[in-house]
Nanobody
Framework: VQLQASGGGLVQAGGSLRLSCAASGRTFSRSTMGWFRQTSGKEREFVAAITWTGSSTYFADSLKGRFTISRDNGKKMVWLQMNSLKPEDTAVYYC???????????????WGQGTLVTVSS
């Protein structure tokens, strides 16, 4: 699966952003999709995932209630809605396909190029 993330930018604390991920490839509709993020000097961390049917979603514990993830298999799109953003949410966000595991053990088969989210205080 090839992935193209977009939607990052600069937002004030308390604001919202919606990240988009456009996918190509025949296996998209069967793939658990997700988002990870990484800040400078830190390891990449799991943000959210959604199963191929969209029936189950998973989030990092610290993000529950603020972030939501959704997908449209017909359009081969995945979205990450981020609300009540905090400065500590500043990171490069990566769309991922073939997500497995969760939390610190989460990983993926394919990665997008990343989109930068900057939250100002």
């Amino acid at each position: 699966v090839q992935l193209q993330a977009s939607g990052g930018g600069l937002v004030q604390a308390g604001g919202s952003l919606r990240l988009s991920c456009a996918a190509s490839g025949r296996t998209f509709s069967r793939s658990t999709m997700g988002w990870f993020r990484q800040t400078s000097g830190k390891e990449r961390e799991f943000v959210a995932a959604i199963t191929w049917t969209g029936s189950s979603t998973y989030f990092a514990d610290s993000l529950k209630g603020r972030f939501t993830i959704s997908r449209d298999n017909g359009k081969k799109m995945v979205w990450l809605q981020m609300n009540s953003l905090k400065p500590e949410d500043t990171a490069v966000y990566y769309c991922a396909a073939g997500v497995r595991g969760s939390g610190t053990h989460a990983d993926a088969d394919d990665w997008g190029q990343g989109t930068l989210v900057t939250v100002s205080s």
